[in-house]
């Protein structure tokens, strides 16, 4: 394997200097959507003051049903939807919204999208994908140094030999390879944080715990911070540290992956846990709600 690649100096060193370990703040998010129906003009209130800080090193499962707001906060964090009010901070400071500071921004948060075909050019090449976020965000460096890096991507996403992918085109690789290569891309401008909105539900369930248990070995590798968003309370468990559970625009409960599967506060996240499609983990979490009471 070859060496990581970590975020620029600068970025970690400015982090550092401000005596804090990194962190991606969502601070008072809010976000309405003007809906017109004839000559009636009504208000969709998406989300509703939000606020939750992903610290470098830590992932964040944001758990919901569809419609609840998740991926809406997921596009404000990645700086793809402007919100109503409130703000996005980096290391405790605003984020950018323009110009060198956008630039900055996005060089260390990206985002990892639920479809994985739609989310790559079906014209160009794998390598092409992963030179072009590094060419963008480090236009220093020369052909060669950008080839190694691009083969290094590929085997730290654990598609290897690297060669074998280069000149692929994304139709010619499966869905668990597709999403892998859209992880290597994130990770291309040097990534701190890792937005990763439903990332294996348009997976095959066979392959869907391999994806995130890659996640979870490059959070541990490079220190990353990860929001993973997902409408599944049982792998939000096994692979966050702490669970926010999302209803309506609203959190509506949030703490420790264990405490909030196995002692739920919220009527809504106990629903969630009561639709458990699979009937033997429903039956295992609610035996060890039970105990725990």
Do not use: C
Request: glycine content about 8%; aromatic content about 4%; hydrophobic content about 40%.
């Amino acid at each position: 394997m070859s060496a990581t690649i970590m975020p620029s100096a600068d970025a970690t060193g400015e982090a550092r200097a401000q005596g804090q370990g990194g962190s991606l703040e969502a601070r008072n998010l809010v976000k309405d959507f003007r809906l017109r129906s004839g000559l009636k003009v009504s208000m969709l209130h998406a989300v509703k003051d939000i606020s939750f800080t992903v610290e470098a090193g830590r992932t964040i499962a944001l758990v919901g049903e569809s419609g609840s707001g998740k991926s809406t906060i997921a596009r404000m964090l990645a700086k793809l939807e402007a919100p109503s009010s409130g703000g996005v901070f980096i290391d405790g400071a605003p984020s950018g919204s323009r110009g060198r500071a956008l630039e900055r921004y996005r060089s260390e948060v990206q985002m990892v999208f639920q479809d994985p075909f739609a989310s790559l050019n079906p014209f160009h090449s794998i390598s092409h994908h992963l030179e072009r976020p590094i060419r963008l965000h480090h236009p220093g460096l020369g052909r060669a140094e950008v080839a190694s890096r691009v083969e290094e991507l590929l085997e730290r996403v654990q598609l290897e030999p690297a060669t074998r992918y280069l000149e692929r085109r994304p139709h010619e690789l499966s869905g668990g390879q597709r999403q892998r290569v859209a992880i290597a891309r994130a990770l291309a401008p040097g990534a701190r944080f890792i937005i990763a909105d439903e990332p294996v539900s348009m997976l095959d369930v066979s392959i869907r715990l391999g994806v995130l248990n890659l996640l979870a070995e490059l959070q541990r590798e490079a220190q990353l911070g990860v929001l993973y968003i997902t409408h599944d309370l049982a792998t939000a468990r096994h692979f966050s540290d702490e669970i926010l559970v999302m209803y309506r625009g609203d959190i509506v409960e949030r703490g420790p992956a264990d405490e909030v599967i196995l002692n739920p506060q919220h009527e809504y996240t106990m629903r969630l846990l009561e639709a458990a499609a699979d009937p033997e983990r429903h039956g295992a979490l609610r035996d060890e709600v039970r105990r725990a009471e």
